[in-house]
């Protein structure tokens, strides 16, 4: 069964529509992302999946349970991290912790909870004195405080800094592998190509397309391209006799390969044959940028 | 009902322990609390106060002066820091936070309110004993009905408070409500001026402002049952408009 499903979900805000048509499900302990640019109608997806906000058009299920009417139930089993959501600037990072356990019927162990986000050292610093890093580390763990089903994370690593995005990037992965389903919403391709195992793309309050990254990025029929230095004079046509090889060509000692499909394996397959090494190989693939030129037809404007 | 289930009970006196903690930490709690506590005793110092008065019918000014400063706590804890507290709670999304946890509006809003009430009921007490036991001001004639209206007189500011708090999205949107509230009541609760040399018309209108129907109250003005209506009156009205137009961002 999945655990979100969100079936043509439609949000307007007067005459403003947020969310026109938006589709997809989410599968047990997947890590899901939601990916488009600002104003794209994601944190208006989340807030209605979290029953912030009701829906006026179309169906939204998670757990089993309906976000509006079963807003208590729904509490004690979905972790929320809000994009913009702050806590009391002389709140300390323990009392953070046991303030939000106290809410929840089985709480994990704060203590337990700051040692696996690395806050430890940091119980009692006030809210206001820690590191974006730091606040975002404490919003994981608030998420996961009540011992969650599934974890909705909205924009969680914008404005870190680029260690401080990966460290948070390892927690999301931590989460997951505690059996967590996660729910991830992200303008960065760059964090979805590393952390999801699907993606939705929203623009403009559609669903423009459901994959995997890879699977994405294959789908907007991106050609890849790979260079190299042969290490002994090459014969071109043993690599344009190749069905995955569009293009050859030569800059000076190093060989310029471009083509579709398992390019990168039939190349070195053929090269592998002939005795030939690849050296300073450099392989380039369609990114998740490149799929969302292709299937929205805009550059991400953020 | 669901609330009761979802909501451990433990939460709720969580949240509680912590809003007073997070209010006891403001350097702003010193005025709320400590500034009426040393009026009381500066103006016990002054001997012309200790003297009977003729106009204020043979009472002595700090006879009037202590109800009107132990007014002062749940005044400024009604219409400072409680819609304060709240705003600013909501200008930085600590509200949008907590609307995702399985804290409902009306557990937020009565654990800031039994904060706000445990403080006012200290301060007051603590004033009452320094007048009582330091200046011999006596007690008044019907301690019943001036706890009465003391209690509800509180309450009445806790709902207007509360109604401010439910509203005002920024701090100083909420002290530009709750200010000239406090100012108001100050007023006919006869911090600035005694009530009992106010012109007749005047004082009828401050017994329908919450501290001064406690104040008439105290003083033994007018009808009793009258001004305990007026209070209760502001707390049946406010208090659940409070509660059902509460904003969580």
Partial sequence: MAVIEVEHLHKRYGHVTAVRDVSFQVEQG????????????????VECLSGLRQADGGRVSVLGLDPVRQRDELRQVLGVQLQSSGLPDKLRVREALELYASFHRQPADPVELMHRLGLAEKAGARYK????????RLAIALAMIGRPRAVVLDELTTGLDPHARRTTWGLVEQVRDTGVTVLLVTHFMEEAERLCDRVALIDRGEVVAVDTPAGLAARAGQRQRMRFRPSAPLDEELLRALPEVAEVAWHGPVVEISGTGNLVHAVTAQ???????????????????????????????? | MSTVLHFPRRGLRTLTAIQAKLLLREPAALVWLGLPIVLVVVFGNIPAFLTPAADLGGKRVIDVYVPTLAAMVPLFLACTALPMTMASWREKDVLRRLSVSPVPAAGMLAA????????????VAVIVAIGALAFDVSTPGNPGAVLASFVLGAAAVLALGLLIAARARTGPAASAMGVPLMILNFFASGLYFPVAQMPHLLQRVCEFIPFGA????????????QHLLVLAGYTAVAGPLAARTFRWE
């Fill in chain 1, 271 to 302: 090269l592998a044959r002939a005795q030939i090494i690849a050296a300073d190989l450099r392989v380039e693939q369609a990114s998740l940028d490149d799929a969302f030129i292709a299937l929205t037809g805009h550059p991400d404007t953020d």
């Fill in chain 2, 214 to 225: 406690v104040t008439a109250a105290w003083s033994g003005q007018g009808q009793l049952w």
């Fill in chain 1, 30 to 45: 997947e890590i899901f992302g939601i990916l488009g640019p600002n104003g794209a109608g994601k944190t208006t997806t």
């Fill in chain 1, 129 to 136: 004195k820690l590191s974006g890093g730091q606040q975002q």
């Fill in chain 2, 112 to 123: 800031l309110v039994a904060v706000m009430a445990a403080l006012a009921t200290a301060g």
